[in-house]
């Protein structure tokens, strides 16, 4: 994973928005009002993308984004710079055994990670319930499938499952507030969009 981001943390921000889709939808789906004292966590935060956008749709809300690629972190800081005061960034992978956070979290953001995290995406987002304070929200985005074998092989290659499996598990252990499974290009891909709150 690191060695994959050296590389296309030069190219990310100018070519995501083509195909990262549904990203600006779920950071104004989180359920707390704007001007919520809350503490977001996002994991896998890459360039800081998302983080930039929180911090000024919750201008009191502490920030946290853990990735494990350092040429994204680095990104990640020129990109938050102008709220510093309320980012902390953490070079390191999310981890079950990581108590830092245990219950003390409002949100945990996972855009287009979780696909990324394999085989280890089931304990993460269990990780990431243990880690929301008790009424905290769990908000993904991310790949769900393609009816195009090629399209499936060609996002393998690039790191990323597209298999429906995220959502049954969310669906499973939080309280659906959001759940969208929408199609980018017309159908090559799905993506889906799920909010939850920790039951
Ligand atoms: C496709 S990028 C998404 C970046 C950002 N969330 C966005 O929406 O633009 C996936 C990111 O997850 C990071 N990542 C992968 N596995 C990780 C793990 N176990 N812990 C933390 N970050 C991870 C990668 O380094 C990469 O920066």
């Known amino acids: 994973m690191r060695s994959y981001y050296r590389l296309q943390s030069k190219i990310y921000d100018a070519t995501r928005w083509t195909f990262l889709f549904g990203r600006n939808r779920i950071l104004k789906m989180l359920p707390f009002p704007d001007n919520a004292q809350i503490h977001i966590l996002e994991i896998g935060c890459g360039t800081g993308y998302n983080l930039a956008q929180l911090a000024k749709i919750f201008p009191k809300a502490s920030l946290t984004g853990m990735d494990v690629s350092g040429d994204m972190i680095k990104l990640a800081q020129k990109n938050t710079k102008a709220y510093a005061d309320r980012v902390t960034l953490i070079e390191k992978p999310y981890m079950p055994d990581e108590t830092a956070f245990t219950g003390k979290v409002d949100v945990i953001l996972f855009s287009y990670s979780l696909t990324m995290i394999n085989p280890q ?3 993460l987002i269990l990780k990431a319930k243990a880690d929301l304070k008790p009424g905290g929200a769990i908000a993904v985005v991310d790949f769900h ?7 499936k ?8 499952r597209m298999d429906s ?12 507030l959001v759940e969208e499974v929408k199609l980018a290009y017309g159908g090559v891909w799905e993506y889906v969009i799920y909010v939850g709150r920790k039951k």
Request: aromatic share 16%; no cysteine; net charge negative.
């Open 121 to 123: 995406w089931q304990d």
């Open 145 to 151: 499938n393609s009816r195009f074998n090629w399209f």
């Open 153 to 160: 092989r060609h996002m393998g290659n690039n790191h990323v």
């Open 165 to 176: 499996h995220l959502l049954p598990l969310l669906l499973s252990e939080f309280d659906s």
